[in-house]
């Protein structure tokens, strides 16, 4: 009846693959762009910010604020690229309340007590 429908096309595997990343929690955002990018996938990065921050990946439709409405969010009729969980996951993260970026041992052995001793002439 007229009406647009989203269907997904073939940066559908880049824009899973890139919220499945950010969810491992591994590398930043910034990070993960470039290595989409390096991926096949042409995005910038503002739009890479915009397209994690958009509901629309996983069924959702964010209808804008009106006069006398506040912006609310809707259940599309679209095929979603992710799940609402993994969307949130994302969402949590980007926000800093969740964060599972593993510490990596940058000690190196040659500097034992670095961190430990402070110069005196410092």
Known sequence: NDRKIIV???DAKHVKWIFEEIA???HPAQII???AKERGFNC????CWSLI???????????AKNDDEEAFVVKGIHEPIISEELFE???DILSGRKRNIKSMNTRRE???LRG???CSKC
Do not use: A, T
């Open 8 to 10: 997904p096309d073939d």
């Open 24 to 26: 491992k929690g591994i």
């Open 33 to 35: 762009w470039r290595m």
């Open 44 to 47: 910038s990065k503002n739009n």
């Open 53 to 63: 921050r958009n509901p629309v990946y996983c069924g959702k439709i964010l209808i």
């Open 89 to 91: 996951q994302v969402q």
């Open 110 to 112: 040659e500097f034992p």
């Open 116 to 118: 430990y001793l402070v």
